[in-house]
Protein backbone atom coordinates (compact mmCIF):
# COMPACT_ATOMS: atom_id res chain seq x y z
CA UNK A 1 0.00 0.00 0.00
CA UNK A 2 0.99 3.09 -0.64
CA UNK A 3 0.41 6.22 2.67
CA UNK A 4 -1.44 9.04 0.64
CA UNK A 5 -1.58 12.05 3.30
CA UNK A 6 -3.82 13.53 0.97
CA UNK A 7 -6.42 11.14 0.74
CA UNK A 8 -9.04 10.82 3.95
CA UNK A 9 -10.36 7.68 3.13
CA UNK A 10 -8.11 4.49 2.58
CA UNK A 11 -8.87 2.58 -0.78
CA UNK A 12 -8.26 -0.86 -2.28
CA UNK A 13 -8.71 -1.78 -5.62
CA UNK A 14 -11.43 -4.07 -7.35
CA UNK A 15 -8.50 -6.74 -7.42
CA UNK A 16 -8.02 -6.79 -3.89
CA UNK A 17 -11.12 -6.92 -3.06
CA UNK A 18 -11.90 -9.94 -5.22
CA UNK A 19 -9.22 -11.51 -3.49
CA UNK A 20 -10.94 -10.99 -0.06
CA UNK A 21 -13.73 -12.21 -1.58
CA UNK A 22 -15.69 -8.70 -1.29
CA UNK A 23 -19.08 -8.47 -3.33
CA UNK A 24 -18.34 -4.87 -4.52
CA UNK A 25 -21.66 -5.11 -6.56
CA UNK A 26 -23.23 -5.11 -3.01
CA UNK A 27 -22.23 -2.60 -1.34
CA UNK A 28 -23.40 0.70 -1.06
CA UNK A 29 -21.54 3.62 -3.29
CA UNK A 30 -20.56 7.32 -1.64
CA UNK A 31 -19.41 10.34 -2.95
CA UNK A 32 -15.33 10.93 -2.72
CA UNK A 33 -13.34 13.30 -4.14
CA UNK A 34 -9.49 13.05 -5.67
CA UNK A 35 -6.93 13.93 -7.76
CA UNK A 36 -9.43 13.02 -10.36
CA UNK A 37 -12.27 14.58 -9.44
CA UNK A 38 -15.41 13.13 -7.79
CA UNK A 39 -17.09 9.56 -8.01
CA UNK A 40 -19.18 7.50 -6.47
CA UNK A 41 -17.19 4.39 -5.52
CA UNK A 42 -18.41 1.09 -3.70
CA UNK A 43 -17.40 1.56 0.41
CA UNK A 44 -17.39 -1.50 2.66
CA UNK A 45 -17.72 -0.76 6.07
CA UNK A 46 -15.76 -1.63 9.54
CA UNK A 47 -12.75 -3.28 8.08
CA UNK A 48 -9.89 -5.09 10.10
CA UNK A 49 -5.85 -4.14 9.43
CA UNK A 50 -3.16 -5.81 10.96
CA UNK A 51 0.08 -3.53 10.66
CA UNK A 52 2.95 -5.31 10.66
CA UNK A 53 6.77 -3.35 10.89
CA UNK A 54 10.29 -4.37 10.75
CA UNK A 55 10.68 -5.01 14.29
CA UNK A 56 7.86 -7.55 14.34
CA UNK A 57 5.98 -5.08 15.87
CA UNK A 58 1.63 -5.39 14.82
CA UNK A 59 -0.90 -2.93 15.33
CA UNK A 60 -4.43 -3.71 14.67
CA UNK A 61 -6.48 -1.11 13.81
CA UNK A 62 -10.17 -0.91 12.38
CA UNK A 63 -11.73 1.66 9.89
CA UNK A 64 -14.93 2.66 9.98
CA UNK A 65 -14.83 2.30 5.90
CA UNK A 66 -12.58 1.62 3.04
CA UNK A 67 -12.99 2.39 -0.66
CA UNK A 68 -13.03 0.43 -3.54
CA UNK A 69 -11.43 1.88 -6.56
CA UNK A 70 -11.06 0.00 -9.97
CA UNK A 71 -7.98 -0.86 -11.06
CA UNK A 72 -7.56 0.71 -14.34
CA UNK A 73 -9.13 3.81 -15.05
CA UNK A 74 -9.99 6.16 -18.08
CA UNK A 75 -10.41 9.59 -18.56
CA UNK A 76 -11.40 11.74 -20.91
CA UNK A 77 -9.84 15.48 -21.23
CA UNK A 78 -9.45 18.44 -23.10
CA UNK A 79 -6.53 18.96 -23.67
CA UNK A 80 -4.23 22.36 -25.61
CA UNK A 81 -4.74 25.89 -26.03
CA UNK A 82 -6.12 27.45 -29.08
CA UNK A 83 -6.17 24.10 -30.95
CA UNK A 84 -8.03 21.86 -28.43
CA UNK A 85 -8.51 18.37 -28.79
CA UNK A 86 -10.27 15.79 -26.56
CA UNK A 87 -7.36 13.09 -25.40
CA UNK A 88 -8.13 10.00 -23.55
CA UNK A 89 -5.95 9.47 -20.62
CA UNK A 90 -5.31 6.48 -18.51
CA UNK A 91 -3.65 5.13 -15.27
CA UNK A 92 -3.74 2.45 -12.35
CA UNK A 93 -5.06 2.97 -8.87
CA UNK A 94 -3.10 1.13 -5.90
CA UNK A 95 -4.53 0.48 -2.53
CA UNK A 96 -3.69 4.11 -0.84
CA UNK A 97 -3.77 3.80 3.33
CA UNK A 98 -5.19 7.06 3.31
CA UNK A 99 -5.29 9.75 6.59
CA UNK A 100 -7.98 7.58 8.49
CA UNK A 101 -5.52 4.62 8.81
CA UNK A 102 -2.74 7.22 9.93
CA UNK A 103 -4.87 8.73 12.77
CA UNK A 104 -6.45 5.44 13.64
CA UNK A 105 -3.18 3.65 14.39
CA UNK A 106 -1.54 6.73 15.91
CA UNK A 107 1.07 7.05 13.50
CA UNK A 108 3.23 9.69 11.53
CA UNK A 109 4.64 10.03 8.56
CA UNK A 110 8.41 10.64 9.44
CA UNK A 111 10.21 11.79 5.94
CA UNK A 112 14.00 12.43 4.90
CA UNK A 113 13.84 14.15 2.43
CA UNK A 114 18.45 14.12 2.08
CA UNK A 115 17.21 10.22 1.23
CA UNK A 116 14.07 10.90 -0.25
CA UNK A 117 12.62 8.16 1.92
CA UNK A 118 10.31 8.26 4.41
CA UNK A 119 9.33 6.11 7.43
CA UNK A 120 5.73 4.99 9.66
CA UNK A 121 6.27 5.58 13.11
CA UNK A 122 3.80 4.10 15.37
Not at 8 to 30: C, W
Request: one cysteine or more; hydrophobic letters at 35%.
Amino acid sequence: MYVDTGSTLTSITDIEARTLQVDVSSLERELTGGIGGFSWIPCVENVNFVMQGDNSTARLFTLDRVGINRSKMTQKKVKGKGNRRLVTDTGEFVPLLGIDALEKMKAELVLNPTKETGELVY
